[in-house]
């Protein structure tokens, strides 16, 4: 399966619950931490659901 490495470049503060929680269980905390995960169907709709605040690289 792909691999993609996911960085939170904009804050989740003065955004929805929704949003923060979908942020949390990307399992990034601070503004800049990033994590390689698998681009699973459910992983993949968590990243498009707050996309505006994530920077995505695609892994080989």
Do not use: C
């Not at 949390?24 to 993949?44: C, F, H, Y």
Request: no cysteine; hydrophobic share 35%.
């Amino acid at each position: 399966m792909k691999k993609v490495k996911i960085t939170l470049v904009n804050s989740p503060i003065d955004r929805s619950k929704r949003q923060k929680l979908t942020v949390q269980a990307l399992g990034l905390g601070k503004t800049n931490s990033s994590r390689e995960v698998e681009a699973t169907p459910q992983i993949l709709g968590m990243i498009r659901k707050v996309n505006h605040l994530l920077k995505v690289e695609e892994l080989n």
